[in-house]
């Protein structure tokens, strides 16, 4: 959020981005989970589409929220696999 309003009276839009996929994620594309203005996240959607893995549903991917949702999504995934692992 402090970024955020940070680079905000510069005209920037900050957008923080969850990423997972491990080394399958690095060969195949991974999961993104992008987070913060909805104008910033219309402006890299073409990017993004084309970045995430790829499925038989589409891509890895889609607009979380507003600003810090899409790291807060990620610290759960991150939760439950962790947990998973135990």
Request: with cysteine; aromatic share 6%; charged share 20%.
């Amino acid at each position: 959020i402090r970024r955020t309003e940070e680079v905000a009276p510069k005209g920037i839009i900050y957008m923080a981005m969850g990423v997972s996929g491990g080394e399958e994620g690095a060969r195949n594309g991974p999961s993104l989970m992008p987070g913060g203005d909805k104008a910033g996240y219309d402006a890299i959607e073409p990017i993004i589409m084309k970045c995430a893995a790829q499925t038989d549903s589409g891509p890895c991917t889609t607009y979380i929220g507003g600003v810090g949702s899409g790291n807060y999504v990620k610290m759960v995934h991150n939760g439950i696999e962790y947990g998973d692992m135990r």
